[in-house]
Nanobody, 115 residues
Framework: QVPLVESGGGFVQAGGSLRLSCEGF????????MGWYRQRPGKQRELVAS???????HYADFVKGRSTISRDNAKNIVLLQMDSLKPEDTAVYYC?????????WGQGTQVTVAS
C-alpha cells in the first residue's frame, strides 16, 4: 500500500548522465522482477527496463545501449544508470514490480534533458 520511493532525477544537458534509485517499502526486491517506467509529457507510462530476481535484464528499444538497470539486494534498492541522455528522455521516472504492479505509483523522479 505504501508506494516505492524514486530519487536521482535532475536537469542535465543532452549527452549527460543520471543515476536513478528506487527504495522499496513492503516489497523484498530480491524476490521480484522490478521495472523502471517513465511517463513523458502527454504520453502514457511505459517500461524503460526491468531486472528479474535472477538478474536477467530487459531494456526498451529507446533506451537500449544507454541505460543499465541493476539491483542491490542488501540495500533493497534498484538502480537505473542513464547515459547519453536525449531531450526525448525527459519524463517522470517511476519504479514498480513488473509486469504486475504490486504497489501504487509513487511520485516518481523528474528527469529533464535539455538540448
Amino acid at each position: 500500500q505504501v508506494p516505492l520511493v524514486e530519487s536521482g532525477g535532475g536537469f542535465v544537458q543532452a549527452g549527460g548522465s543520471l543515476r536513478l534509485s528506487c527504495e522499496g517499502f513492503g516489497i523484498v526486491f530480491r524476490f521480484e522482477t522490478m521495472g523502471w517506467y517513465r511517463q513523458r509529457p502527454g504520453k502514457q507510462r511505459e517500461l524503460v527496463a526491468s531486472i528479474g530476481s535472477d538478474s536477467v535484464t530487459h531494456y526498451a528499444d529507446f533506451v537500449k545501449g544507454r541505460s543499465t538497470i541493476s539491483r542491490d539486494n542488501a540495500k533493497n534498492i534498484v538502480l537505473l544508470q542513464m547515459d547519453s541522455l536525449k531531450p526525448e528522455d525527459t519524463a517522470v521516472y517511476y519504479c514498480n514490480t513488473y509486469p504486475i504492479l504490486a504497489r501504487p505509483w509513487g511520485q516518481g523522479t523528474q528527469v529533464t534533458v535539455a538540448s
